[in-house]
């Protein structure tokens, strides 16, 4: 298995190209279910997950060409398709499940593994599950498979509550919404940028739909969907990582793409701690103010406030923070496991539950790390970049699932990094 080698202490400088978002991709994708006209995606990222995603589209019927070195995806899913996601593709990720909304709104059935949990949770699917159940959907757990029916093969509009803004479940009822019959309104619907992108496509492929972007999405559906190309926005949690970056050793770097409205929370915290981020023309510059950045503390929540999926760097970076943060993580019971992995290194954490305390050190020691998920994996590389000697990240498949070309992004502006193949 491939490992990164980091060797620390060099000053960053120049720009970073953020890819497009994973997050957004991977709900986009599924949407080619709901038309039998092609889908094209532009500005794609190139990662394994979407692999994954492609995998599993077809093998329930879609073509998919990738062009432009897997930028730009054009699927198409006409005639029959089959309506059973499999176990085999399922396991590998669980944005898988988002195949269900689209198959039971094209089909009127749809067999979808669970797709079980995952090192960071139990990530369970009752709020999808529940809202398509409003829609007039039977829905039946059988040999790990969710068995889905809709009542006279058709979805209804419905009146929607979701217990708590989730993000997977607030895409897959809006995807299944296009098509149903009559109106549905999702309340406490999830506002991530992701979901605005998967609306905003949806609409280019004719669907009707309001009020993404607020906690109220109405959507009325219709009979059919037709073509659309479509930009993916660009990924928030990579931009969020490499802004990060120089602020582990110095230097400045402009993050190209980068957009202030979908780092906000992330940017307030930034400049709480001491670091410095500015518009440019092409997107957003980076510097730390002094030569430690300041202790802050972080509540991770749904989209606008603190995302979850930039705890793990910003944990990092407190490492190394003059002061001590509390860090809390709302979204996922077990998302610290990064923390043992930086006291390795020298860092001062205590972890209690949802909790972690960061005692700011002057300085992290380079160790061999391994990291269970994508963004504490992304972290330790963040803190082998400050890191006295060498970090080596091993495990880096969970890196490759969310990063694209890590090791050439932040080599480019001056860090020394570089992938050592495995046996
Ligand atoms: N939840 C339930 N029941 C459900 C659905 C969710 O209890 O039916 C709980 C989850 O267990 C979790 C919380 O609600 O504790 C949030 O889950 P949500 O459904 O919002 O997350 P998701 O759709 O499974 C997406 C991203 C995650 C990101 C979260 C939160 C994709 C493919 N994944 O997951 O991304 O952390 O939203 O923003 O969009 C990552 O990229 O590293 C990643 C984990």
Redesign the pocket.
């Known amino acids: 298995m491939d490992s990164i080698v980091v060797k620390g202490g060099s000053e960053l400088r120049g720009q970073i190209h953020i890819a497009g978002a ?2 957004a991709a ?2 986009l994708m599924p949407a080619t279910l709901l038309s039998e006209e092609p889908l094209t995606l532009t500005n794609a990222p190139r990662l394994s997950d979407i692999a994954t995603m492609t995998q599993l589209l077809q093998s329930l019927g879609a073509e998919i060409t990738s062009m432009q070195d897997g930028k730009v995806q054009v699927m198409s899913t006409h005639g029959e398709i089959n309506t059973t996601a499999d176990y085999e593709i399922v396991r590998k990720m ?2 898988s499940n ?1 195949v269900l909304g689209p198959l039971l709104a094209r089909e009127g059935h749809a067999i979808v593994s669970l797709p079980g949990g995952c090192a ?10 529940d809202g398509l159940e409003k829609m007039g959907a039977s829905i039946e757990l059988k040999d790990g498979y969710l068995h889905a029916k809709a009542a006279g093969g058709k979805l209804k509009g419905a009146v929607i509550d979701f217990p ?6 607030t ?1 897959n009822i809006m995807m299944a919404a296009t098509l149903a019959k009559g109106t549905t309104v999702i309340n406490n619907a ?1 506002r ?1 940028p ?1 979901i605005v992108d998967l609306a905003t496509c949806l609409r280019s492929m004719g669907a009707q739909i309001e009020g993404d972007g607020t906690s109220t999405i109405t959507v009325q559906g219709v009979d059919r969907l037709g073509a659309a190309t479509h930009p993916v926005v660009t990924d928030r ?1 990579e931009l969020g990582t490499y802004m990060l970056a120089p602020v582990f050793c110095g230097g400045e770097v402009e993050c190209l793409g980068g957009r202030m409205d979908l780092v906000s929370s992330f940017v307030e915290k930034l400049d709480a701690a001491g670091v410095d981020v500015t518009e440019t023309k092409a997107g957003l510059k980076v510097k730390r103010r002094g030569d430690r950045p300041k202790a802050v503390d972080v509540t991770t929540e ?2 606008p406030g603190f ?3 930039l705890q793990a760097q910003m944990m990092a970076m407190l490492c190394l923070a003059e002061g001590t943060s509390v860090l809390e993580e709302k ?3 077990n998302r610290f496991m990064h923390a043992p992995e930086l006291v390795r290194m020298g860092a001062d954490i205590d972890v209690q539950g949802g909790t972690a305390t960061v005692t700011g050190v002057a300085g992290l020691k380079g160790a061999p790390v391994m990291a269970t ?3 504490a994996s992304v972290s330790l590389i963040l803190a082998g970049l400050a890191a006295e000697g060498e970090t080596v990240v091993n495990r880096v498949y969970h890196l490759d699932r ?1 990063y694209e070309h890590v090791e050439e992004k932040l080599g480019a502006v001056g860090a020394k990094i570089e992938r050592v193949q495995g046996s």
């Not at 708590?164 to 479940?169: D, Q």
Request: hydrophobic share 40%; aromatic share 8%.
């Open positions: 994973k997050n991977l709900t669980r944005a988002l960071i949770g139990a990530r369970p699917m009752d709020i999808h599950t708590f803004a989730s993000v997977g479940a895409e999830a991530e992701e949690i749904p989209f995302p979850t999926d979204i996922f019971e998920d994508l963004r969310g």
